[in-house]
């Protein structure tokens, strides 16, 4: 099983980035994908969710608006379309991958700076 991060990097404020998340090894069909967050000292925060064939999406109050997670079951990836970034954006992100068994995959995350 692998979930592989990419599209992490340094961006002005106001800018954009798009993460990708490549997964092999498991049927992606059968898993809720999702984006989280961490900051150094805090917790990981959940950043946004799409459904198992994408038809459900639910982001955090803090990126509404601004983020948009979509996914392509041919493809097995899972995107996070990130827009308008602000300082406080600044985290490595993670990808999820979650069935209705309770099994659980993570990637090793891509780190997101946004700075001037």
């Known amino acids: 099983v692998q979930l592989v991060e990419s599209g992490g990097g340094l961006v002005q404020p106001g800018g954009s980035l798009r993460l990708s998340c490549a997964a092999s090894g498991f049927t992606f069909s059968s898993y809720a994908m999702s984006w989280y967050r961490q900051v150094p000292g805090k917790e990981r925060e959940l950043v946004a969710t799409?459904?198992?064939?994408?038809?459900?999406?639910d982001y955090a109050d803090s990126v509404k608006g601004r983020f948009t997670i979509s996914r392509d079951n041919v493809k097995n990836t899972v995107w996070l379309r990130m827009n308008s970034l602000k300082p406080e954006d600044t985290a490595v992100y993670y990808c999820?991958?979650?069935?209705?068994?309770?099994?659980?995959?993570w990637g090793q995350g891509t780190q997101v700076t946004v700075s001037s």
């Open positions: 799409i459904s198992r064939f994408g038809g459900t999406t």
């Open positions: 999820q991958a979650r069935n209705a068994w309770g099994s659980i995959y």
